[in-house]
């Protein structure tokens, strides 16, 4: 088989302090306003939107389709903080293909990452710096960030696998990460009542 241009191999270089790689070849911003369904206070989300539209997390990103494979490499930089008690966290999805899994490597900050089928069943995994998590097949993913400072990791995964936000932009996760006493607690996600 004749090599085309993007069938060469390609490094990038990431900047551990930053939390960020380069070169990337899309950057994308979440802000609050992206994310205003997600939060449970979303009276404290409408007044704060009147005076500012923060960003909550950013996404480097780099897709490599060859002539015979894909994959992605994505890294996530959630920034510290609350709307009202709840953690700021990444908004969440399934992969729109079913058979499709990803590995998320948590290289900076502490946090959760939350995971959960379609039938509901729920599984919390403690992330610190050095977290490596497979996510299986069929279980939607969420990252918390629960620490003082940025929270970044970074995710591989095929560009096939695609993304389904819908099932969690209805119904959540069926826990939400908060703060009760400067520490993360869980509490039932009322969308499930
Ligand atoms: C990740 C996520 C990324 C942002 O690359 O897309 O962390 O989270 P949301 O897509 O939920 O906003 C991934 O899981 N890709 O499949
Ligand atoms: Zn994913």
Redesign the pocket.
Same mark, same amino acid.
């Given at each position: 088989m004749n090599l085309a241009k993007e069938d060469y191999p390609v490094s990038v270089q990431f900047d551990f302090e930053k939390g960020e790689f380069s070169p990337y070849q899309k950057r994308v911003e979440r802000k609050l306003s992206d994310l205003s369904m997600m939060f449970q206070a979303k009276g404290i989300v409408d007044k704060m939107l009147e005076k500012e539209d923060p960003v909550i997390y950013e996404i480097f990103y780099y897709g490599y389709q060859t002539s015979i494979s894909d994959m992605a490499l994505g890294v996530t930089r959630i920034q510290p903080g609350t709307i009202g008690d709840e953690y700021f966290m990444t908004k969440g /999805?399934f992969?729109a293909a079913h058979d499709q899994p990803?590995i998320y490597f948590c290289v900076k900050g502490e946090g959760y990452l939350l995971q959960e089928t379609i039938k509901g069943e729920f599984q919390v995994e403690k992330w610190t710096k050095g977290t490596i998590s497979h996510?299986p097949p069929m279980w939607a993913?969420r990252v918390v960030n629960v620490g003082t400072g940025a929270l970044v990791f970074v995710?591989s995964?095929h560009l096939a696998?695609g /993304?389904d936000y819908k099932p969690v932009v209805k119904r959540g996760f069926s826990k939400r990460v908060v703060a009760e006493n400067g520490k993360a607690a869980f509490i039932m996600n009322k969308q499930r009542e």
């Open positions: /999805h992969h990803e996510i993913h995710a995964y696998a /993304h």
